[in-house]
């Protein structure tokens, strides 16, 4: 190893704080990685850059689109558009930093590879935490519209879904920083992320599937109740429309016991 390769190992090392986690950017910036992983990375530069263009347009548009929209309540729009906007940052920075990784293991620049994969795993880490707590937190707020009926709007205020969205980028921030100090930090703030935000998406939209479908099998069960009563109704309106037959003693000829209901 050079001096130049000494000083920026050791600058990565003082960078991270641990030498456990420059394991990876030391393993994965180096010229047996690359002749490793060779074939795969045109393809992999290919397919980051048609991704980001589509990811970065298609959220483009969902950010115009809720801005014009005017039916929803400003905390269900302020909520997509925090997932929009982190969706739209994975387009502008994490896959071009995939990119660039790739472009500088095939030219040997090994200095730039590290420091670029450290920032992707680090934008990565940061955007996937707040897309998961964002994902997590309109499930709560589709459940509280549903359950708070009238005081939905008296509760969930704008100013306290920003205080949510400022909550979850500060901590999805700080997990983010810790993989530099200690990737065990990161890994169970991981782990813990991950399982407590699928528990409370499933239990949400549990909850509301079950409370909508009551009503519908409560008014199913109404309406079979009462639909032999509605036949009859529809019969007797018809036979009120068409006219009664009468006998040649210009009574009718519909028996006493005829009951409609």
């Known amino acids: 190893m050079n ?5 920026s190992h050791c600058r990565i090392m003082n960078f991270t704080g641990r030498g456990n986690q420059t394991r990876t950017t030391k393993v994965r910036c180096t010229a047996a990685w690359a002749s490793e992983i060779h ?4 393809y992999l530069s290919v397919f980051n850059i048609f991704l980001s263009i589509t990811v970065v347009l298609g959220n483009i548009l969902i950010l115009v689109a809720l801005r014009k929209v005017s039916s929803l309540h400003s905390p269900s729009k302020l909520l997509f558009r925090c997932l929009a906007s982190t969706d739209l940052c994975v387009g502008l920075i994490t896959e ?11 030219h040997g620049q090994w200095n730039l590879c590290r420091y670029v994969l450290v920032s992707s795993i680090i934008a990565g880490y940061n955007l996937s935490s707040v897309s998961l707590l964002t994902t997590s937190a309109i499930s709560v707020h589709r459940l509280l519209a549903l359950l708070l009926g009238l005081r939905y709007r008296q509760v969930v205020t704008l100013k306290r879904t920003y205080v949510i969205v400022g909550m979850i980028w500060f901590i999805s921030t700080v997990a983010s920083i810790s993989y530099l100090l200690n990737r065990a930090i990161s890994f169970w703030f991981s782990l813990i992320l991950i399982s407590l935000c699928l528990v409370t998406s499933i239990a949400s939209y549990t909850k509301i ?3 909508l479908r009551h009503p519908q099998i409560h008014v199913q069960g109404h309406a079979q109740l009462e639909q032999p009563g509605q036949m009859n109704l529809l019969n007797t309106e018809r036979y009120r429309k068409q006219g009664h037959p009468t006998d040649r003693f210009g009574k009718s000829s519909v028996r006493k016991t005829f009951n409609p209901f």
């Open 3 to 7: 001096t130049d390769h000494r000083f």
């Open 39 to 42: 074939d795969e990375m045109l």
């Open 96 to 106: 071009p930093l995939g990119v660039v990784y790739r472009m500088s293991l095939t």
């Open 209 to 211: 599937f079950l409370k």
